[in-house]
């Protein structure tokens, strides 16, 4: 399994990114500055957070009109793995590449905290590691979580089993619209979550609840 | 030789840029000319008390700033202490109180943009940082605007920049009300062999401008952060710089990305007074002339002149001296992360610091005596008045549990979350103990076992009782709260913020409080290897609490092996480490005293600067060894607030046994210095504690047990009990509750 990580400028996360791959996996990924001329083959893309840009204009937007987006649209499209996380996230988002919005939290604060994830679909090649219902720990560190989605988009989501993650035990730190997490497209090949599985991957972590996602996507054991 | 000056340099232009009679004189006699209008202003960027030291010269230099791990003390961009293996420690801690009280946002955001560049300038990559922030009363109209406005523009800027904020202090106080404080320091780690520095070798080299854009932001900004504030305070708004963290993000990456090229010779970042003090420093540190031609200049807005050019402070800005052959490979670097990169000047021979502008020569001065011949003051300053020692009957009485609660729930002690929750704590993946404990703990990326811990500290009552006192009590509060989580203290920064030095009262806390810093790092082995000084402090005359706050930096070789301090297992034994056989005896100056019956009398606990180092040194010990389960240090609000900190961090009670014949409130509310509370995994009838309590015997040290872990109550002596959920919900509660008023 070889792997990509997306390097905008403004991401801060990327190093946290690589070394759960490279500690999980076993070998680094690739890494990809953002005006590059292409991606190598690689079966998963993952774009890590930060602040692309500064968050200036709105969080994601500038570098999801990026050229490198349009590649990794097409990548998606023939089937690889694209996972966002937080910043990668909201990047996604406003490529386009899933659906909805995500604004600020309902605090107007960015926060960072542990909260619990319920694992609430498993028929999907990030979360089968996990059981379906399985609580998780998961750290979280943003000011634009704030999932929304209109009824009718919701109702895909909820009805295709594409909410992949939800805030669990009242620990929703966002406002986000039925405690929305994280969430895949209608093939179910690309993720976007707020939380941060990156960072609860080993013992210096305080958890390893993070592990069993990438250990799914890299095919190793958790 | 003459400058054409197209401003008439008057007596009122002198003064209002911050300069007296006699230093302007100086300026006179020192050119032998009138200065230029740009010349004056290059003065008074040099020569004020934010970039001169020129009130606390003279005290710094007692200050111990050598050790066997120091690889460089004070006087570059930061401290540097070896922490084995090849790597170092890189910090400082510095202010930013004038900026975040005129504009809050951005004052505290620029802070802590300006230390970081401090450290990543030196070649380190940020890889913690802390803020130890005062603000108003409670119930002072501005403070919760400046408590929102300091610690979102903390969080906006370290946040996106992407450095975890591990320790730090939030403390209110009356005094602060017109004046908050701002002290944020960075921490990077480097090679030792990779260290970059601001002296600048050889002539005719390229002088290299980096970064972001000029623009006229932060004209004037270290002048006004060396006056006092009156009431025209607003109009001094446009003078606070504007962050942009995405450029700092991009600035770091050029420059180790650069720095790993080996085309740097030297490096200065652009702070306080910009471009003028950045070359002016890099020149006269490598006796060197420096010739700036500021046409050359990247400015964000036309028709800048000369003299807003040089004390512009816009930020994420940097100058270099490159070796000429490798200026393509440099220029690859930063266009690749977009950033600006302009030859703006050499270096020369003869000693002068030229400003070209417009094709006309509009500065000419000499460099080393621009900074070394800055005006420097022996400022008169008076012995301060001690308070009495409190009577020793003299225990205004309280239930013990309401105290504790109420005390708990206050502004001084509860929880901090509400601030420390909007910094990315986690950010690097490094982060052992998070804020919330006695000091923030990081592993050592690069190395398998090895931790660096972090704390911020002082206790401005207990300085402005007593100066000298509560100097040695804030670099002792910082080496135990290093120790407490098993770390070998190394080396601190010292942030001095202090009130007008022209009064000599203030100037005699200043002169004593560095007195007692000076005498408890020597007798602690804990030198101070950067710093800050703050003057001015003050706001229609009425001067600040003395605050010289001491940032400390400790070594674990396993983090591992680090403890927290909370409870972590029922039926564990409670001992009390250090200080007096009654536990608490000293009421002066404390929580109990200031909080629940307003009373600021007393004098400050002294350190018994001996015992506090025995002390320090068999806990971590004890803490190495493996027995400790839990550690923490006694500060605000003595042993029964220290209990209660424990309780609520582990959600597990203990009940405690007093000292029969000696009252209560004493025992658990005194503030005596130099104690820990550790619990252990030993049996309390076995032969290890009694091993235990023997080598503390013969140390001198007192090790009572006072009690056992377990429960949902804290059971102080004969108090009655209170449930740690009641705890919690006092300690969580006061923050968001204020807040949200």
Redesign the interface.
Known sequence: MKAAVIVF??L??D??MI??LTKIGGVAPAEV?H?DADIPDVDLIVIPG??S????LRCGAIAARSPMMDKIRERAAKGVKVLGVCNGFQILIEAGLLPGALMRNTSL?????EVKLEVTNTDNVFTNGYTKGQIIRC?V?H?DGNYFADAETLAALEGDGRVAFRYAEGTNPNGSINNIAGILNAEKNVLGLMP?P??LIE???GGIDGRALFAALLDKAA | MTLRNDIEITPQLVADHGLKADEYQKILDLIGREPTYTELGIFSAMWNEHCSYKSSKKWLRTLPTQGPRVIQGPGENAGVVDIGDGQAVVFKMESHNHPSFIEPYQGAATGVGGILRDVFTMGARPVAAMNALRFGAPEHEKTRHLVHGVVAGVGGYGNSFGVPTVAGEVEFDARYNGNNLVNAFAAGLADTDKIFYSKAEGVGLPVVYLGAKTGRDGVGGATMASAEFGDDIEEKRPTVQVGDPFTEKRLLEACLELMATGAVIAIQDMGAAGLTCSAVEMGAKGDLGIELNLDKVPVREEHMTAYEMMLSESQERMLMVLHPEKEPEARAVFEKWELDFATVGKTTDDLRFRVLWQGEEVANLPIKELGDEAPEYDRPWVEPKIPAALAANDVPQMDVADALLKLIGGHQCSSRRWVYEQYDTMIQGNSIQRPGGDAGVIRVLGHDSKGLAFTSDVNPRYCEANPYEGGKQAVAECWRNLTATGAEPLAATDNLNFGNPERPEIMGQLVKAVGGIGDACRALDFPIVSGNVSLYNETNGRGILPTPTIGGVGLLPDWQKSVRIGFTAANQPILLIGGPALRGTHLGQSIYLRDLFDRRDGDAPHVDLAAERKTGDFVRKLIRSGVVTACHDLSDGGLGVALAEMAISGGIGATVVDVEGHDPLLQYFGEDQGRYLVTLNLDPQGEEIVALWEEAKSLGIEAPWIGTTGGTDLVLGKAKPVSVAALTSAHEDWFPNYMSA
């Open positions: 400028p403004g801060n996360r190093r946290d070394a759960a500055w005006q930060g602040f840009y500064g968050d200036y604060k960015f926060v960072c905290r750290p560190a000011h941060h990156e960072n013992a210096a972590h």
